[in-house]
């Protein structure tokens, strides 16, 4: 069946989208701020027009059919594409903006910068809400597709972040360096880490990636040294908790270990190796290069980042 587009409706396109995310009807209509009965109605209305059941009842909702899966990506960024046209052509005043801004990051931003971007939203922008996700292995694809806007993560360093990637543009935040961080009465280190203390102890590794290998490993790989890791975890928040309470030191961003040693008692203290210094990059899709509102939000975090790293020195 030949499908005629200019009798299709962009609110059933937008309905169909809902409903892709959601899989559920009571909850794409809660969604759309409709009844499950319209909401029905609607998905009724879709199967007419495209001549495909595109859900079939599946345990807790609905699955998709081929037909409504070979939609949902194509759907998403024309949704997107139209929803950037439209915020394009009007102002936006941030102090009554009303917009969810989708940020995937690495977790040491949420100790470092995102506080003080949450206090500044709440005095400029106090009806944007902000949703923080893990930088995953799908993250750019997210970012390409609509369901991201922004990814704070490393960058240009081999194994660490991301490379340049088509249609991504990026700018620089800042850099960071490393930092070791011991329990403030640690019995084996004193006013400073020699090599061979740092190589004796036991070392705790944030691999927020999943790796077994951390950059200070590939560093002392080059020298034929290692180091002992006792213990891997995914992430920083808890790090610096885990370190105050045991014997072993952590090497992490510089940013963490000062913030981590205001709030629970650790000794910052400089690594006994060289280690390179860390590029954090803001990410962003070309396609909402010009958006107003997009815009406002680079410039928002990137001053934030500025203005935290400052109040560090």
Known sequence: MELDTSRLDLNLLAALDVLLRERNVTRAAK??????????????RLREE?????????PGGL??????????????????????AVRASAPFEPSTAEREVRVACVDAIELTLLPEILARLA???????????????????ELASGELDLIVAPGGVPGV??????????????????ACVVRADHP???????LSRFLELDHLLVTPGGTSLGVVDQVLAKDGLSRRVAVTIPSFVSAPLLVART????TCPTSVAEVASRVVPLRVLTPPIALPTIPLFLFWHVRVQHDPAHRWIREFVLSTFVATAAAMR
């Open 188 to 194: 084996l280190v004193r006013k400073r880490l020699t």
């Open 63 to 84: 699955a998709p059919t081929a037909r409504a899966e070979s939609l949902e990506e194509p759907l998403r960024r024309a949704l997107q594409d139209v929803a950037a």
């Open 31 to 44: 969604k759309l701020g409709i009844t499950q009965s319209a909401m029905s109605h609607k998905l009724k």
């Open 247 to 250: 014997d072993l030191v952590l």
């Open 161 to 178: 972040g991301y490379d340049e990637l088509p249609g991504v543009q990026r700018r620089l935040l800042g850099a960071d360096g490393f």
């Open 123 to 141: 005095r400029e922008a106090p009806k944007v809400r902000l949703s923080i996700r893990r930088r995953g292995p799908r993250s750019m694809e």
């Open 50 to 58: 495209l001549g495909d059941p595109l859900f079939v009842t599946a």
